[in-house]
């Protein structure tokens, strides 16, 4: 109810008594530091690593299948990142909130399990990265790692943002109905089970999305801006009531675009090192937690929440094509395959850098819908979002790509003195079956 009071003081021009607004230099300034520190600390560190990662064989070789480099290449790279990523939290204990309290801290104050939280993560893909590990012990890390979050607070109430217009609209039809407030137990259970499922989701959705140079980086980058802009814009409209919450948004977000930033012109194609499972699930989990706090700051207002999510499309959409076309294929969910959305465009005649422009463009796309949501009513919004969603599951159907082709040749007896016709390429999208003449000619007539 607070947020619903202080949009609509900010639309009449008077802010209610304690509530103060901010134009965007106001918000922003105070923080910038945070990514001069995280993109010096990853440009100046990622060759460090580099060099570590040759020295101890910690490197990622071609196999000719699904990887599309052809050279070694050395991993560590999401070390690098993570360390730009800490110290630009780090600073912010040199930094002054953007409206200081007598009864706040001077400082922004970042809950340690989110950093906790993120060495969990970076624990397990770093070991991942040297000795590999089955996928359930990657889940198992990521769930920790949403426990950690929990049992600080970190989004013990992101749920009540799904429960609250529920029972809004169920107590206009039934007025003597029981209101949920959001220290319910219900809302607790309902909290516990959206953040465990938006660590497992951000994390493995960002490392699927890792497959070709620069990708990962790149798309996480234009998703960061897009939060630093969502942060910026909540906390001018939000009347300051939590100043550190505010503050700690825009920290978070610029932490990580300034992290990513200083890694991308190592990673860019042809790529000199590689983040790793270290760096692409880290960067799942710190656009998950970005996303969670959105949820649980918006209450009664869910924009900044959609945004965020409509703005990490792009790794949902990839990862959401990639389980259901393994389920309509008939093969294990967690199989590794060559069918994600970068590798049908480079099999469709794309090459690696255009692919990943493309890709840019995709997710500078939704980071712009996303962005638009707080200029918009909600329930437009959603209709729009829906319907834009609805078109694009429609052309992966219609392009192929939940379906994998299944490429069929016949062989042939050689006769001699017949010259045999070259074989020609095979699209990496399909999946290839040899069938004798006989055999298939049977087939064909219906015999078996």
Known sequence: ??????????????????????????????????????????????????????????????????????????????????????????????????????????????????????????????????????????????????????????????????????????????????????????????????????????????????????????????????????????????????ANEDAVRVVLGLALLGAVMGFIPFNFNPASIFMGDTGSMFLGYACAVMIILFAQAGGHLPKWFLASIVMFALPILDTSLAFVRRWVNGRPLFSADRHHFHHQLVARGFSVKKTVMLSYGLALGFALLGGAIVFVRTRYAVGIYIVVFAYIIVAAYKMGMVHERSGVTVRKPLRDGVAQAPAAPLDPSTVLEVQDAVAGARAGNGHY
């Open 1 to 242: 109810m607070t947020h619903l009071l202080s949009l609509a003081a900010a639309v009449a021009g008077e802010p209610p008594p304690g509530m103060k607004y901010f134009g965007a230099d106001a918000v922003l300034s105070p923080y910038v530091y945070v990514f001069y520190a995280a993109f010096f600390v990853s440009i100046v560190f990622t060759p460090v690593m580099r060099t570590v990662a040759t020295y101890y064989g910690i490197i990622d070789n071609p196999d000719n299948l699904r990887k599309m480099h052809r050279q070694p290449v050395a991993y560590l790279g999401g070390v690098a990142v993570f360390m730009g990523w800490l110290t630009g939290l780090a600073t912010t204990q040199f930094l002054g909130v953007h409206r200081p309290e007598p009864e706040f801290p001077a400082h922004v104050t970042v809950n340690f399990a989110i950093v906790a939280g993120a060495c969990v993560i970076v624990v397990l893909g770093l070991w991942d990265d040297v000795f590999h590990i089955r996928p359930r012990a990657k889940l198992l890390g990521q769930a920790t790692a949403a426990l950690t979050l929990l049992a600080s607070g970190v989004g013990d109430r992101s749920a009540f943002i799904f429960i609250s217009p529920v029972q809004n609209r169920l107590a206009t039809l039934f007025p003597t109905m029981r209101m949920i407030p959001e220290s319910h137990w219900v809302v607790a259970a309902c909290s516990a089970a959206f953040v465990l499922f938006v660590v497992i989701v951000c994390c493995n959705a960002t490392n699927l999305l890792d497959g070709l140079d620069g990708l990962c980086g790149g798309v996480t980058g234009i998703i960061a801006f897009g939060f630093v802009f969502l942060a910026v814009n909540f906390a001018m409209v939000s009347g300051a009531i939590n």
